[in-house]
């Protein structure tokens, strides 16, 4: 379990402490406007940068104590928008960094509906499939994810078509569900958000303002006032928070 | 390594790039000015003058000629690695002219004969090369960017410029006997390689190599940016600082003993890099085999070409590594 004990930087980007825990299994999206701290939060919880005050624990066991070769076992990160230099093929990319076999590897690629794509170097790629490459070498490192292992993601759907956004977004929600990873998403998209985390947290302005379950987080009113924009509510189901439209 | 790009199994790439250095070196070996047939050298017993001349002059030049190319272009394929840039080269970011001025500034200021002398050109070329390196690592992070690229170029192009303009202030100054040392060792040329500068080399280069081939797996995560490298559990800074470190060692020996030696580590790696993708893993050690074999042979050629007269070695890497750079701007021009 990944805790936060009163976490955050003092110097820009600068982050207000948080204190909170990541259980297994549960799926976390961070919103925000442009410039929340969203990324900057990512870090923390990475371990990129070391917390200025507060400690970030992983199993009791603070960040900066673990070994980082142990530590990639257990928490991997796709940043945003990376594209890797020089031309990997698929293959190639996504057993980067891990230990896995190629049994680990092909399950990977199957997962992301790269398996057609393995032997095709990156050049050749879609922003969306060099995308969901990043995706699956995360998986891979994390040698298909023990339960309690931590996959950070930031704008993992950017790229994507709704299709894939869709693919992308259940893969994640089943990888927290049945194997117990505990999964954190940087989205832009509040309504994947609602859709598939079992929590949100809502930041402005390098603080995280609201954090819950999205029907509680997701309120047209308040995000209004967060993004400086206006918001229509559309009912989708009964128990399903509302999506959010943009008025015209 | 799962993949590699030509479908050809790692070992077999080594083994081929092995036996191809080990003719060089036959080739090499009994080639030059004094035809030293291998008749002569193992049936019959060669007179004390041929023995001389190999054993005195061609022995130790093969040996620098094969650590000298493997550190270039080992220190390129590095580089390209650290920079996430294939146009990132020694001679191309200024590297190597900022040792050759250190060197040259050494032969001026000190008495820069004997061993002693040798050696300090040694650290005055890895004290040049390290200062460089650090002020084009300031100015070149920012991943592979054409930004970062562009300031990467023109800040080789401006040290490249100055360390020229330096070194010509220095031909100045410099006495005649300082002036004729300073000329024959920038025209880069093994010419000169005797005992003393082979086993200086032997000292330095080899850990080099055994070091930055340590660095493969680091460099091929650093390839991801360095947030995702982190998170697959590289220490970037460390890595940097160990390729840093060993590179400008290398290079600045390299430049040391044989002068401004162009456009190997660019040209090496690339092609090598074509031929076995980018792993370095097994780019690195390719790359080294690969710098050695381009260098011995280019060596021999510039022994024999106009023999008994000899062409300086820098002058036909140079003629053809400038071709292929052009050749490669196109390319990426059109690529983009």
């Known amino acids: 379990m990944l805790t936060l004990e009163g976490a955050g930087f003092t110097t820009v980007p600068s982050l207000a402490p948080l204190s909170d825990a990541l259980a297994p299994g549960e799926l976390v999206a961070i919103v925000g406007p442009n410039g929340a701290g969203k990324s900057t939060l990512l870090g923390l919880l990475s371990g990129f940068r070391p917390p200025e005050q507060g400690r970030v624990c992983l199993d009791a066991r603070s960040l900066a104590d673990w070994l980082p070769e142990a530590l990639a076992r257990r928490r991997a990160l796709v940043a945003q928008q990376v594209r890797p230099s020089f031309d990997w093929t698929v293959r190639e990319l996504v057993a980067l960094g891990s230990e896995a076999g190629p049994a680990q590897v092909a399950e990977s690629l199957a997962e992301l509906d790269l398996t057609a794509l393995a032997e095709r170097t990156l050049t050749g790629l879609s922003g969306g499939e060099a995308q969901r490459c990043m995706v699956a070498r995360a998986l891979c490192q994390l040698d298909g994810g023990d339960p309690g292992s931590l996959l950070l993601l930031d704008e993992p759907t950017s790229a994507l078509d709704i299709g894939q956004q869709q693919r992308l977004m259940r893969l994640l929600r089943r990888l927290a569900d049945q194997r117990g990873l505990a999964v954190v998403c940087v989205l832009h998209d509040l309504n994947l958000a609602a859709r598939y985390a079992h929590r949100v947290w809502l930041m402005q302005q390098g603080r995280r303002i609201a954090a819950g379950p999205p029907g509680e987080v997701l309120g047209a009113g308040r995000l209004a006032h967060v993004f400086g924009a206006e918001l229509h509510e559309a009912r989708v189901a009964d128990g399903e928070p509302p999506a959010l439209v943009l008025a015209r | ?336």
């Open chain 2, 1 to 336: 390594m799962i993949g590699s790009h030509s479908g050809f199994p790692d070992r077999q790439a080594l083994n081929g790039l092995v036996l191809a250095l080990l003719a060089a070196w036959l080739l090499a070996a009994f080639s030059g000015s004094l035809g030293l047939s291998p008749r002569l050298l193992l049936g019959d017993w060669p007179t004390p003058l041929d023995w001389q001349v190999w054993w005195q002059l061609r022995l130790p030049r093969l040996l620098l000629a094969t650590l000298v190319g493997a550190m270039l272009a080992g220190s390129g394929a590095a580089m390209q690695g650290l920079f996430r840039n294939p146009l990132a080269d020694p001679s191309l970011l200024g590297l190597a002219s900022g040792a050759g001025l250190a060197v040259a500034l050494w032969i001026v200021l000190f008495d820069a004969s004997g061993p002693l002398g040798l050696y300090g050109q040694f650290a005055a070329g890895f004290l040049g090369a390290l200062a460089v390196c650090l002020v084009v690592f300031r100015l070149g992070r920012g991943g592979p960017g054409q930004e970062a690229l562009f300031t990467l170029l023109l800040a080789g192009l401006a040290i490249n410029t100055l360390a020229g303009a330096f070194g010509g202030l220095l031909a100045f100054v410099a006495s005649d006997e300082q002036l004729r040392q300073l000329s024959l060792w920038g025209m880069g040329s093994l010419a000169h390689a005797l005992w003393p500068a082979a086993l200086g080399a032997l000292l330095c280069i080899p850990p080099a190599l055994w070091w930055l081939c340590r660095c493969a797996r680091g460099l091929d995560l650093l390839q991801l940016g360095e947030l995702t490298a982190h998170g697959a559990g590289l220490d970037a800074p460390a890595l940097k600082r160990r390729v840093v470190l060993a590179t400008t060692l290398g290079v600045g020996v390299c430049v040391a003993l044989a002068g401004i030696i162009g456009f190997l580590g660019l040209l090496v790696p690339h092609c090598l890099r074509l031929w076995l993708g980018p792993g370095h893993r097994l780019l690195l050690p390719a790359s080294m085999l690969g710098g050695a074999l381009l260098l011995l042979v280019a060596d021999t050629l510039a022994r024999t070409l106009a023999s008994p007269a000899e062409i300086p070695v820098g002058l036909l890497t140079s003629l053809l590594g400038g071709p292929y750079f052009l050749w490669l701007l196109m390319q990426r021009r059109r690529s983009c």
